[in-house]
C-alpha cells in the first residue's frame, strides 16, 4: 500500500520560509511523479506543484512560481517544497500526492500539513 506523509508545516511571518517534506513509504518514489496541493476551507483543493519521476520535468502554478521550488531525493524517498517569500494567500492544508504523471491521477495522498502565514 502507497503511503505519503507531509511535514513541515507551521507557523511563519509574511515574507518568511519553510520547507515541506513529503515521505514515501512501502514504494519507490522514484517510479511516481510528486504533486504538492494546497486547500483552504470552502475552496477546491489547488495544484501548486509537481515533478515527475524521470529527468525530472517540474510544474508550477502561477500562484507560486518564482517563489515555491520543488525538489526530491529518490535515494531519500523523499520530495520537498521549499516556499520562500510566504504570503498570508499562502496559509492552507498542504498535501503531497503520487501520481501516474503531471498531471495525472493520484494513487495516494499524505494527510496534510498546515501552514500559516501570519504575523
Known amino acids: 500500500q502507497v503511503q505519503l506523509k507531509e511535514s513541515g508545516g507551521g507557523l511563519v511571518q509574511p515574507g518568511g520560509s519553510l520547507r515541506l517534506s513529503c515521505a514515501a513509504s512501502?514504494?519507490?518514489?522514484?517510479?511516481?511523479?510528486i504533486g504538492w496541493f494546497r486547500q483552504t476551507p470552502g475552496k477546491d483543493r489547488e495544484g501548486i506543484s509537481c515533478i515527475t519521476g524521470t529527468r525530472p520535468d517540474i510544474f508550477y502554478s502561477d500562484s507560486v512560481k518564482g517563489r515555491f521550488t520543488i525538489s526530491r531525493d529518490n535515494r531519500k524517498n523523499m520530495v520537498y517544497l521549499q516556499m520562500n517569500n510566504l504570503e498570508a494567500e499562502d496559509t492552507a492544508v498542504y498535501y503531497c500526492?503520487?501520481?501516474?504523471?503531471?498531471?495525472?491521477?493520484?494513487?495516494?495522498w499524505g494527510q496534510g500539513t498546515q501552514v500559516t502565514v501570519s504575523s
Open positions: 500526492a503520487a501520481q501516474a504523471a503531471c498531471p495525472g491521477p493520484a494513487a495516494a
Open positions: 512501502r514504494f519507490a518514489l522514484d517510479y511516481y511523479a
